[in-house]
């Protein structure tokens, strides 16, 4: 099914982007650079598990989920980090 496929490559794609966030955040020093990059790689780890979602993988699902956690818990947000904790 091609709309399967597609999903599941923009799937892909959320998860790439938003582990690299991640990974650049990482090597970042504390700061707004930081803090962004960590809210990016939330961002697209919450949507590409979303679309994990949709498509019934629990283990992708769950992968990008945990990425989206460990992103929102680097955060200085304790509201955000609550919601890290939560996940």
């Excluded at 959320?14 to 020093?29: I, N, Q, R, V």
């Excluded at 504390?30 to 803090?35: C, D, M, N, T, V």
């Excluded at 949507?47 to 769950?62: D, F, I, N």
Aim: proline share 1%; no cysteine.
């Amino acid at each position: 099914n091609n709309e399967e496929k597609h999903a599941r490559l923009h799937g892909d794609l959320l998860f790439l982007l938003g582990d690299a966030k991640l990974t650049k955040a990482m090597a970042l020093p504390e700061g707004q650079a930081k803090e962004e990059s960590l809210e990016g790689a939330a961002d697209s780890l919450r949507e590409a598990a979303k679309v994990y979602q949709k498509l019934q993988s629990t283990r992708w699902t769950g992968r990008a989920m945990l990425g989206a956690a460990l992103a929102l818990v680097g955060l200085e947000d304790e509201d955000q980090q609550m919601d890290g904790e939560r996940l």
